[in-house]
């Protein structure tokens, strides 16, 4: 049956593919205009739409962060600079609204990033009167201007603290500022205040304590600016970290075991630290000489608040480590439970993978396992996730097998009731 099934589908691919039909093969035969229109609007059933309206629905798309209908109607036309009557574009809405991936989508298609809103400000001033410090980290990467000044005479760095409210995203928004270089002494005309006098004003004692740190610093050659942020990394210190990126550091700077900034940083599980890196565009797939990276490290030290900030930076679940190995891995062999839970759930990286020496994440659990209440957890949760208990180890032992051996009563029971 299969094969005749098989027989049947490739017939109906070939005559699809304008192979054995009842057309010659070398027939020239083109399709009626409405049969080709009908294509078209299948493909992308904006194309066609006046210049005018596909501006507008971008707009609204914008507005619900409806990526895969912006890329539709970007395809088909749409300007990811137009403009409404309240001077909104696709553009700034994904600055204001901390849209990520739409403001990855408006620069990818042209986004002018010195486009400007009815207050005179800049997306990068949106973005920090919100506290987005992603969409800053992002917008320091071209070349918008850090110290553009509104029409309320703000620049960014002004509006991240006298809008802000002191709270981390507000720091982590601040510390992005100083390290993309903004200016730190000027003050806005209407009050005469400089930012780090409105930061005590307000209380913002971190904010002000990060300004400080900068204006004070003494200026560094590059090599001392790169020896600079590895140890900020090393030791966890964000403020440290911006000031060296300030002085000329390269984000991609290696110690002696060429472990970049990040890795180090998330070797530590030093968020805030980590958290500047990727926001600033460092890359989470630079591998040390041990094959670690910023990602494959959350699997030893079962840090999920560090796996959520590099995850964010989209990095490669498919590396593997010096034992050919997943981070799910070493995460289920060392027994944590929570990372565990948490990557089979938001990522892809595959629960099945098995390693150089044969062994699944499922396989680690059990066999270098204590059987214990954590490792307990960890195979109920591979298992949810769909592991297959019936892939075994170079020795042809089954995770069963192994329980059994080992005297895991609790494991045996789960792994004998799927």
């Known amino acids: 049956m299969r094969a005749a099934a098989a027989t049947v589908l490739a017939a109906l691919v070939l005559t699809s593919c304008g192979g054995p039909s009842d057309e010659p093969a ?3 035969k083109t399709p009626t205009p409405a049969a080709a229109s009908t294509r078209a ?44 009557k309240s001077e909104q574009s696709a553009y700034l809405i994904s600055t204001s609204e901390g849209y990520l991936d739409l403001l990855e989508l408006t620069l990818d298609n042209g986004a002018d990033v ?6 005179n400000g800049t997306g990068l001033i949106r973005a920090a009167e919100r506290g987005h410090h992603h969409i800053v980290g992002r917008l320091l990467q071209t070349d918008i201007d850090v110290d553009h000044v509104n029409n309320l005479g703000w620049v960014a760095l002004h509006e991240a603290i006298v809008l802000g409210d002191g709270s981390s995203r507000y720091v982590h928004t601040v510390r992005a500022l100083v390290a993309g270089g903004a200016d730190l002494t000027v003050a806005p005309k209407r009050d005469g205040i400089s930012p780090v006098s409105h930061a005590r004003q307000r209380g913002f004692d971190r904010i ?21 942020l590895l140890r900020a990394a090393d ?24 472990r970049t900034p990040l890795l180090l940083a998330a070797t530590g599980d030093h968020a805030a630290v980590a958290r500047l890196f990727v926001d600033l565009d460092a890359d989470p797939d630079a591998l040390d000489d041990r094959h670690d990276s910023a990602w494959l490290v959350t699997g030893v030290s079962g840090s999920v608040r ?8 989209k990095p490669d679940f498919g590396l593997l480590n010096r034992f050919g190995g997943t981070s799910l891995i070493p995460a289920s062999e060392r027994a944590h439970d929570d990372y565990v839970a948490w990557v089979v759930e938001h990522t892809p990286v595959k629960i099945d993978h098995v390693n150089e020496l044969g062994w699944t994440a499922l396989l680690e659990a059990v066999i270098l396992g204590e059987g214990t209440k954590r490792w307990q957890r960890v195979v109920r949760t591979l298992l949810d996730a769909g592991a297959d208990a019936s892939i075994a180890d170079k020795d042809g032992v089954t995770p069963l097998q192994h329980a059994r051996k080992r005297g895991h009563t609790v494991i045996v029971r789960t792994l004998e009731s799927g």
């Open 26 to 28: 070398t027939s020239t």
């Open 41 to 84: 609007a299948e493909a992308n059933p904006h194309e066609g739409m006046s210049k005018r309206v596909l501006d507008r629905r971008l707009i609204a798309a914008a507005w619900k962060n409806d990526v895969r209908k912006a890329r539709l109607l970007i395809a088909a036309g749409a300007d990811v600079n137009a403009k409404d």
């Open 114 to 119: 010195d486009s400007l809103d009815k207050w």
């Open 208 to 228: 002000a304590t990060t300004i400080d740190g900068a204006l004070e610093a003494n200026r560094m050659t590059k090599s001392e600016a790169n020896a600079a």
């Open 235 to 258: 030791s966890g210190d964000a403020d440290a970290a911006a000031i060296a990126l300030r002085e000329g550091a390269d984000i991609e700077a290696r110690d002696a075991n060429r």
């Open 306 to 313: 560090m796996a959520k900030i590099v995850e964010s930076a």
